[in-house]
């Protein structure tokens, strides 16, 4: 095949529109703007956000009142109190955690809060440890294990 060979596939240029050019064009008369109001007249434009004169989602806003944040992370909170159940030298894992019923299940990541105290050495495993639990963890001889 030759450079002067070689053609677009079919209706891969689409021709424009060509409006007002007579009723057989398909786009005579009202040239696609429909017959009267507004948008049919030469020159309109709207601004961004206008709703066709309804009070605008913009203006309502301040009445409505805060927002849902469509990024936030839910953490699935543990106690220190929590992990006395466990016998001393144990490995704290989320599995584990769900099977000594702390837990409901692992669906969201798993923080785990200084309430209380702990006087036995443990290897804990989450995702997140406040300061406060990491302390307490370590003063009693165990150690911490970020997933």
Known sequence: MME?????P???KRQRKRVGRGNASGHGTYSGRGM????S?????SRSGFEGGQNPLIKGLPAKRGFNNIFRKTFSIVKILNLENFDSGTEVTPETLVQA???????HPIKLL???????PLTV????FTRSATQKIEAAGGQIRQI
């Open 125 to 128: 495993s989450a995702h997140k």
């Open 41 to 45: 007249r030469s020159g309109y434009s």
């Open 36 to 39: 009267k109001g507004q948008k």
């Open 101 to 107: 019923g702390i837990l409901k299940n692992l669906r």
């Open 114 to 120: 200084g309430n209380g105290e702990i006087d036995k």
């Open 10 to 12: 079919r209706k891969a």
């Open 4 to 8: 002067h060979q070689i053609t677009s």
